[in-house]
């Protein structure tokens, strides 16, 4: 005879959070549900990790929504499985990527800030959640000298350094898709680092995680970066050396910036 499903006792909390918790149990065992709610999940995942960003359609629609035209680069990991297995050539731009950005560095002169969207391990949050952020944000940078926005394949976070150097800016933004867990397939990371050059260490970069509807809400995300952006070119730091304190200090006296400008 099979075995009833019991509930957990713990069921109203399971409402509160999409951890796994409070799944019940049939005999010694998870209920049938929560086991095919585990399989889709983890393919969920996997997928994301393997699924490629179609970047020049995200280009396209970035055009259409600002009139700008974003500079395409790309790693020296040619492909999803080389990205994979070969973490270090995904931290280095390709020749001809790198020839692009001397090209637009050169039209553009040196900048405050250069902003990448790179495809990570979740081309779904990219193509979901990367345009919304950078429209939420560009117009709390008011004031500030942009470098043209650059989309990268097969990127990891220190991609953006070389980049961000080609460029002459002082800070770069890397927006990518993060690590998919078993309940969040889709969730942007931004990290932020200044003076940006190959060979910048995790600690001196800046971590805004787990962007996504389910998560930490474009808008928020985007006034959360800009405190940071415009506090980090104040300090000269990035990192460690700067802590997120815009939920209490949502302004920078020593930056110049108007109560309530670009917040």
Not at 86 to 92: I, Q, S
Not at 104 to 126: E, F, M, Q, Y
Not at 145 to 169: F, H, K, S, T, Y
Request: charged fraction near 20%.
């Amino acid at each position: 005879m099979k075995p009833a499903t019991q509930p957990d006792p713990w069921q109203a909390l399971a409402a509160l959070t999409a951890a796994r918790i409070a799944l019940g149990r049939s005999g010694s065992s998870l209920p049938t549900r929560a086991v095919l709610n585990f399989d889709i999940a983890h393919a969920l995942a996997r997928d994301a990790v393997h699924q490629r960003l179609d970047v020049a359609e995200l280009a396209n629609r970035w055009h259409d929504q600002s009139g700008d035209t974003a500079v395409l680069a790309c790693s020296r990991a040619g492909d999803r499985l080389t990205y994979l297995q070969r973490p270090d050539l995904a931290r280095r731009l390709d020749e001809a990527s790198a020839d692009r950005l001397r090209v637009a560095a050169g039209r553009t002169g040196s900048c405050d800030l250069a902003i990448v969207i790179a495809d990570g391990l979740s081309a779904p949050a990219v193509d979901a959640h990367a345009l919304p952020v950078v429209q939420a944000l560009l117009p709390r940078l008011d004031g500030l000298r942009l470098a043209p926005l650059v989309m990268a394949e097969q990127g990891r976070v220190a991609l953006g350094d070389e980049i961000g150097a080609l460029l002459n800016a002082r800070l770069v933004l890397v927006l990518l898709g993060e690590r998919p867990g078993l309940s969040s397939p889709d969730s942007l990371g931004a990290y932020l680092t200044f003076a940006p050059q190959p060979g910048r260490l995790d600690a001196e970069r800046n971590c805004v995680s787990n962007i996504r509807v389910e998560g930490l809400a474009p808008m928020i995300a985007a006034d959360r970066l800009a405190w940071l952006i415009r506090t980090a070119l104040v300090r000269r730091v990035t990192g460690v050396q700067l802590k997120d304190d815009s939920d209490t200090t949502p302004l920078i006296p020593d930056a110049g910036i108007a109560p309530g400008a670009g917040f």
